[in-house]
């Protein structure tokens, strides 16, 4: 599953740069962590953030169901997971 293992790399990244985090690495990033509460501890301006940084590098589109983008954001190995299956780009 290297791929996946490339894509969660790059997720984590992803998170580390639009969200700001000053002296976190991938690396410190536990792909099948929580990213909200006890995790990274995410908040849901930081979901919408990430969720449009999704869309503009993987073209891929949050859902209209709030419990579906909620499973969806539940790790860095779910994101990956979703990004997968649903990338246009």
Known sequence: MPKLDSLETE????IIE???LEDVTA???DA???LFSEGLGLDSIDS???AMALEQRYG???SQDPDENVR???SVR???SFVTTSRTR
């Not at 997720?11 to 992803?14: A, D, R, T």
């Open 11 to 14: 997720i984590k990244s992803l």
């Open 18 to 20: 639009v969200l700001a």
């Open 27 to 29: 690396d410190d990033i």
């Open 32 to 34: 099948d962590a929580p």
């Open 48 to 50: 919408l953030d990430l």
């Open 60 to 62: 891929v589109r949050g």
């Open 72 to 74: 969806r954001f539940t």
């Open 78 to 80: 779910t994101l990956a």
